[in-house]
């Protein structure tokens, strides 16, 4: 557990570093450092949220996987005539993902919930 503290100590020391860096002002707003510095700040509690939650994967790639499947959906998407109508099915194609990653039968989770 000691090296966990350790990465917790470097990550403080990471933000500590960018927020001195920000703050100096030595660098022009259209500077990619100085885009970097601002997009690491406001992302902070997301960069670190791993670190603090123990269940929390460090990225979403078992996600992604699982959304590369509805992309032939999403062509056909064209055909859906209304915004509502692509507004559902994109929360149809979400719920369907979701039961996928938790290993759940949709068909059984939408008996049981409607």
């Known amino acids: 557990m ?3 503290g ?7 020391r ?3 570093w960018v927020d001195k860096q920000f703050d100096k002002q ?3 707003p259209s500077s990619p450092l100085a885009k970097t ?3 690491a700040r406001e992302r902070r509690e997301g960069l670190t949220v791993y670190l603090n939650q123990a269940a929390a994967a460090i990225d979403i790639n ?3 996987r699982a959304l590369r499947g509805i992309l032939m959906i999403r062509r056909n998407g064209l055909f859906y005539w209304t915004e509502l109508g692509a507004h559902l099915m994109g929360n149809l194609q979400s719920l369907l993902v979701t ?3 938790h290993k759940i039968d949709p068909y059984d ?3 049981d919930v409607l």
């Open 6 to 12: 350790r990465i917790l100590n470097d990550a403080e």
């Open 62 to 64: 078992a996600i992604e």
């Open 99 to 101: 039961c996928e990653l």
């Open 37 to 39: 510095l601002a997009d």
């Open 14 to 16: 990471l933000f500590r």
């Open 26 to 28: 030595g660098f022009l």
């Open 2 to 4: 000691l090296w966990i």
């Open 109 to 111: 989770y939408l008996v």
